[in-house]
Nanobody
């Protein structure tokens, strides 16, 4: 059984930074594309960033370009999201997800496994 566990969320002031981690167990992490999504109450979960299995391709949502960076460490079976210059509108529950086909996708339905999420709150 594949499990994804996020950590690193918390409360930060606007302009600050956080690094989220997502540890994956029970599967072949090195073959998965990984993504980060976020969700606020009453809204659909939205794509934030994604990385292919080989780290050859990375994609960011327009709203986080230049501020967030996704990376992976296959030896640790972990994917990271470095978030800089945080804004109040970045406040959300952040979820990581794994896609078995190894190709970065922005659609929720393409991902096979999901974590429970970690709360990020940015105060103004």
């Amino acid at each position: 059984q594949v499990q994804l566990v996020e950590s690193g969320g918390g409360l930060v002031q606007a302009g600050g930074s956080l690094r989220l981690s997502c540890a994956v167990s029970g599967g072949i992490f090195s073959t998965y594309a990984m993504g980060w999504f976020r969700q606020t109450p009453g809204k659909e979960r939205e794509f934030v960033a994604g990385i292919s299995w080989s780290d050859y391709s990375r994609y960011n949502a327009e709203s986080v370009k230049g501020r967030f960076t996704i990376s992976r460490d296959n030896a640790k079976a972990t994917v990271y999201l470095q978030m800089n210059s945080l804004k109040p509108e970045d406040t959300a529950v952040y979820h990581c997800a794994a896609d078995r086909d190894g190709i970065v996708d922005m659609r929720l339905d393409d991902y096979d496994y999901w974590g429970q999420g970690t709360q990020v709150t940015v105060s103004s």
